[in-house]
Nanobody, 125 residues
């Protein structure tokens, strides 16, 4: 059973930046496909960005503003969020999909088996 430990998040003004981190509990998953999803109050959890061994994927709403990356040596996946907007306010979750060994990056939360604890991101206008 793998645990995903998140850090980062907080309160920032519109136009500001934040960086989220997610670390699997074992080095075994240092190159696993991972995703960031977010959930705003009263809304479904939605895909934000994902990374596999060979590619990355972004929701249209964050493309050009957010960057997902990983440091294999540190066994950590990052989500750099720039030009933040109030609409980005949500709880952000990192997730590992069932097929974490595949280069396919799922966008549907039902395809994710493991989740971090979630971190609040609040963007004030």
């Amino acid at each position: 059973h793998v645990q995903l430990v998140e850090s980062g998040g907080g309160l920032v003004q519109a136009g500001g930046s934040l960086r989220l981190s997610c670390a699997p509990s074992t080095q075994t998953f240092s190159t696993a496909t991972m995703g960031w999803l977010r959930q705003a109050p009263g809304k479904e959890r939605e895909f934000v960005a994902g990374i596999s061994r060979s590619t990355t994927d972004y929701a249209d709403s964050v493309k050009g503003r957010f960057t997902i990356s990983r440091d294999v040596a540190k066994n950590t996946v990052f989500l750099q969020m720039n030009s933040l907007k109030p609409d980005d306010t949500a709880v952000y979750y990192c997730g590992m999909p069932r097929a974490y060994f595949s280069d396919y990056i799922p966008r549907d939360q039902v395809e994710y088996d493991y989740w971090g604890q979630g971190t609040q991101v609040t963007v004030s206008s």
